[in-house]
């Protein structure tokens, strides 16, 4: 069983390395009839039982991958208005003006006329003068939409993988329309959810203490959009976000708590255990206790990942089977895999089954021990040296001090303040004063424990972060990890440090003296890029800020930095004032160190008083690199035009052709002109990025030959709303000979200059790291 359950796995994983969708001549029909075959086989032929396994788990992943990427959204009707009739599919969520939910479409129109093939699952924004909504209403739209499409850079998050993983098949927004009305409002229209947001709504108007209000509705319904940024930001630096996850943690502890008690009462009534044993009731009931919680939470892909484990363990139970631990979790592993194959893109998937077994490895099979150490201390130690490798992996970060909070939380969380929940939540419909004042008990006993976690939270040296390992010292880490972890009489336990060490002190690889990194970074309609040298790293711009809790320094660039292995930026250059290229200037130097910060706004950088003017004439040499800010001067300049260009090159270079670089933030023809008077000898550059994303007003004909690029980078978001870059642009370049980028297509952009100043390589992201679910969607 074991065996066979990472055979099936593997199968997934190896299918998930593909760039493109495999076996596209094959039918959709013609794949189930193959798997009809493979599964009779996997009982048939035991000699080779894993490796069918493992053809099975990659044809039952290609399987569900065609379902997903079958309906996609013609690329024609992107941008176009289309009227869609269908169901509000998840609780729909408030966030200022805007209202997003999920939307089940019935059936979709394009100028009158019905579309065969169109997506079938998406997400929704609607921005203003949104009426109340509720899950399970049938509405009428006329919307946007677009196919999957997100930031690809290194570090960064694969919003399109996550969007597949959810089987969205495309995303917009809802038009001020006529059309847009309500079509039915059947309560008995997806039941659970409606229960969901009405236990929502309840939990929101009874709880009367509102700092642990987000908190409180995560752990009784899943829902955790009121969590604060600060209560998310304790919990992740102390290794407790599982406790608002309802996952296998809650789950379990409800599952067993039911079936203790259960079987506490039913093997006191002698007559009915006679016909019904006390160990098969008490399994039913924690099953069931199980499922209700599951649904409770929306049966998210966690806690159906939760509900599958416990469900063979409490069937073991009925069974009164005695079963490995092992082959138990490896059941558990292969019902998991079939009910969702792309739940290996998660994050949480690898860190609950590494736990567990993690749990199983090092602590069954051992002589017991009745201390508390050993019951429960010693369970946190494992996990937390078990889960090193996989968060390093995901996150790049690791919360040293997590043993300890959650030694303390745990219990306390999972006894006191889940029960209370529980039994308040189950109240609150029917008998709201009971109910909310078992919530009012919850969040009181939330306040207990809160301060200690925020003493944890505060320890300066309580969170590793690092760059992601090297992939080679993937199996290294894994055999030191599998050290620790054993039996204490194994000889040489103590040498699993040595193998983990290269996890932890490899480094990135920098330039070498002279050389230089140059990336764009894919930040959207907007602007990021980062210079790297041997020891020293400058960021240009830090591109937009879309809300107050989300924008591109924390999304993009950091992630970036982190990647790339950077402690400290030398210099953050913030060449123009709009929200485009400032937007995400104050999320990065609130988390890392930024020694100086140069800007053609200093009035607008109140968060860093010491911020000086760029000024045309200033330059200087890091590591044998040349910086120089060729415009603005000191007056005469304003707005776009007023934007710092920074010229970046070769040590002793001269202006010949092919030796550097240039930054031209969003000057416009005022500010060419200017340049081509008192720079022209400058402007002769292998690499330019496009003067205000290629716009009509930037790039004048004049200043295109000056320049003379060899490639011009387009840093531009994915059908934006201006067009860019403007086609008339596109033909002066194109004429010049140059070769075109743009961030939206290929995602980040990396050019590799030698101390020569020739380009020596150019990595383009998107194309170099793109899986199936990415070329599908976009072809």
Not at 66 to 90: C, M, N, W
Not at 427 to 449: C, H, K, M, Y
Not at 540 to 565: C, E, H, M
Not at 672 to 699: C, D, F, I, M, Y
């Amino acid at each position: 069983m074991r065996f066979s359950a990472v055979a099936f796995l593997c199968g997934i994983l190896i299918f998930q390395q593909f760039a493109e969708l495999p076996l596209t001549s094959l039918s959709h029909t013609a794949g189930w009839l193959v798997l009809v075959l493979l599964v009779p086989a996997l009982w048939f032929f035991k000699r080779f039982r894993s490796l069918l396994f493992l053809v099975t788990g990659f044809h039952w992943a290609w399987l569900q991958a065609v379902l997903v990427l079958s309906t996609p959204l013609p690329p024609a009707l992107e941008k176009q208005d289309l009227v869609i009739q269908g169901t509000i599919a998840s609780l729909p969520q408030k966030t200022g003006h805007k209202w997003r939910f999920l939307f089940d479409i019935e059936q979709m129109q394009h100028q009158g006329n019905i579309l065969e093939i169109a997506p079938r699952h998406v997400r929704l924004n609607w921005y203003r003068n949104a009426p109340a909504l509720s899950v399970g209403d049938r509405w009428q739209f006329t919307v946007r939409l677009k196919r999957p499409h997100g930031f690809m850079n290194p570090g960064g998050f694969d919003y399109e993988g996550w969007l597949f993983q959810q089987r969205i098949q495309a995303t917009g927004y809802i038009r001020n329309s006529d059309e847009n009305r309500l079509l039915a409002n059947d309560v008995m229209h997806y039941p659970l959810q409606r229960l969901r947001q009405s236990l929502a709504g309840a939990i929101s108007t009874q709880l009367n203490e509102p700092d642990y209000k987000g908190i409180i509705t995560a752990l009784a319904i899943g829902e955790r959009q009121a969590i604060s940024q600060h209560q998310w930001e304790v919990l992740r630096k102390t290794g407790t976000i599982h406790l608002v996850a309802i996952s296998g943690l809650h789950i379990g502890l409800v599952a067993g708590m039911v079936f203790l008690l259960v079987q506490f009462f039913w093997s006191r009534i002698a007559n009915v255990t006679l016909h019904w044993p006390a160990p098969g009731v008490a399994a039913v009931a924690g099953l069931l206790a199980a499922t209700f919680y599951a649904a409770l939470a929306g049966f998210t892909i966690p806690t159906q990942r939760a509900l599958v484990m416990v469900a063979v363990v409490m069937l073991m139970l009925f069974l009164q089977r005695q079963r490995r631990f092992s082959d138990t979790l490896a059941l558990a592993l292969i019902i998991v895999l079939v009910i969702d194959p792309f739940v290996v893109m998660s994050a949480g998937f690898w860190l609950s089954f590494g736990a567990v077994a993690a749990i199983i490895f090092a602590m069954s099979g051992r002589l017991a021990r009745r201390d508390l150490w050993w019951r429960w201390g010693r369970v946190h130690v494992v996990v937390a040296i078990a889960l090193l490798l996989p968060l390093l992996l995901t996150f790049q970060q690791v919360p040293l001090l997590s043993p300890v909070a959650n030694f303390v939380a745990v219990p306390w969380v999972s006894f006191v303040v889940v029960p209370l929940v529980l039994l308040g939540t189950s109240s609150v419909l029917f008998f709201p004063e009971t109910g909310s004042l078992l919530l009012d008990f919850a969040a009181t006993a939330l306040s207990f424990i809160w301060p200690f976690l925020e003493l944890i939270e505060m320890q300066e040296q309580g969170l590793w972060q690092q760059h992601p390992p090297a992939k080679w010292t993937l199996i290294p880490a894994l055999i030191g990890t599998l050290l620790l972890l054993a039996p204490r009489g194994l000889p040489g336990r103590w040498l699993g440090i040595i193998w983990l060490l290269p996890l932890l002190l490899v480094t990135p690889v920098r330039p070498a003296d002279g050389d230089w990194w140059f990336t764009l970074l894919d930040v959207g309609q907007g602007l990021a890029a980062v210079v790297q040298t041997k020891n020293h790293t400058l960021v240009y711009d830090t591109g937009p800020r879309f809300s107050d809790s989300f924008d591109t320094g924390s999304a993009v660039v950091i992630p970036f930095l982190n990647s790339a292995g950077i402690k400290r930026v030398d210099m953050l250059m913030i060449g123009h004032g709009d929200n485009d290229h400032m937007g995400g200037a104050r999320s990065v130097m609130s988390q890392i160190v930024v020694s100086q910060v140069v800007t053609s706004v200093p009035e607008r950088v109140t968060w860093q008083p010491a911020a000086q003017h760029c000024v045309a004439g200033d330059k200087w040499q890091w590591d044998n690199v040349l910086f120089e800010i060729l415009h603005p001067p000191p007056q005469g300049f304003k707005g776009n035009d007023a934007s710092c260009v920074l010229r970046i090159s070769s040590v002793g270079d001269i202006g010949q052709h092919g030796s550097s670089l240039l930054l031209t933030g969003d000057i416009e023809a005022a500010a060419e002109r200017a340049l081509l008077n008192e720079q022209r000898a400058k402007l002769t550059t292998r690499v330019v990025v496009a003067p205000h994303h290629g716009s009509k007003s930037s790039s004048s004909q004049a200043f295109v030959t000056a320049l003379a690029p060899q490639y011009v980078l387009f840093p531009v978001g994915y059908l934006n709303r201006y067009s860019f870059p403007h086609p008339e642009v596109t033909q002066r370049y194109q004429q010049q000979g140059s070769e075109m980028l743009t961030s939206a297509t290929a995602g980040a952009i990396t050019f590799h200059f030698n101390k020569e100043g020739n380009v020596r390589s150019i990595e383009r992201y998107r194309h170099q790291n793109k899986r199936y679910w990415h070329s599908a969607l976009l072809r």
